[in-house]
DNA sequence: CTCGGTGCAAACTCTTTGCATTGAC
DNA sequence: GTCAATGCAAAGAGTTTGCACCGAG
């Protein structure tokens, strides 16, 4: 768990704090709350705050190193390492556990999951943009 | 705004809060925040706490009368009627405007929301359910 | 009349902000 | 040495809970 896989891009500055919450990040295989991070980098032993960790994760989405994603009923926002790479999930609605899904042309979606022993009851897609307004805005 | 559409289904007492909250959410085409939803019924001249419409949205949740959802970075839990119709929904990142796409087979999502003047920048699909674990506990 | 529903206040959780201090460059 | 980042405390937003009173059945 010691080991340190990705640099932080030059333009952010390097700081314990920071190359420890990207090191938790790196060595997690699904989204994180604010708290598990702060928790996991403290047994890593980095002292740091939890306001701390908001910042560094703000700054971390902001430069798109992370992903920030609350599950659609509410709760928690939870962080993932930026993968560059489409990813779809099938979440349990009782343990949480999150069954990260092969490829995305949505066919067969379906099938996968209930191969793995998982029962769909519902899904969600969305898409995110800007509509005319608001791209014209930002420019 | 003072009709009222759709009955309290029998087994849940009828109250003035809840038959208020029912309208609301009737009226409304988007989903809404319990915030908003308190105000629109007070506009319907309907006196009511803002807990008790967290109280009765719970209620109509677990009731599958209305359906809850978060925008995916976050922020307030938003409701809305349960139509019992697959939704699927773009929203924009500027305004947090909420496009409701037709129909559901995914393919030429993208070229309807183009058409739509709406740049996607990204979009999320995930399917709830399930596994088999929870899916025994719960029997 | 009874018991669940509501008004209201207060607690709680997650997240953000302000400010003095620390530490990276 | 400078200025941004952090530690820490405290505030804020959204939501939940506790309890006494109210009102639907």
Redesign the interface.
């Known amino acids: 768990m010691k080991e340190q896989r990705r640099e932080l891009p030059r333009g952010i500055k390097k700081t314990r704090q920071r190359e420890c919450v990207l090191s938790v990040l790196e060595n997690s295989d699904y989204p994180m709350s604010a708290v598990d991070i702060c928790g996991s980098a403290q047994k890593e032993d980095c002292r740091l705050w939890l306001s701390t960790v908001y910042r560094i994760l703000e700054l971390f989405v902001k430069e798109d190193l992370a992903l920030?994603?609350?599950?659609?009923?509410?709760g928690t926002?939870l962080y993932e390492l930026n993968r560059f790479r489409h990813r779809?999930?099938?979440?349990?609605?009782?343990?949480r556990?999150v069954?990260e899904?092969e490829g995305?042309p949505?066919e067969g979606?379906?099938t996968e999951?209930s191969e793995r022993?998982?029962?769909?009851?519902?899904?969600?897609?969305?898409?995110?943009?800007?509509?005319?307004?608001?791209?014209l805005?930002?420019q």
């Open positions: 920030k994603t609350t599950m659609p009923d509410g926002a779809h999930y099938a979440v349990c609605l009782g343990c556990r069954l899904m995305c949505l979606f379906a999951l022993d998982f029962r769909v009851t519902g899904h969600r897609i969305e898409m995110y943009g800007y509509c005319k307004e608001c791209d805005k930002r």
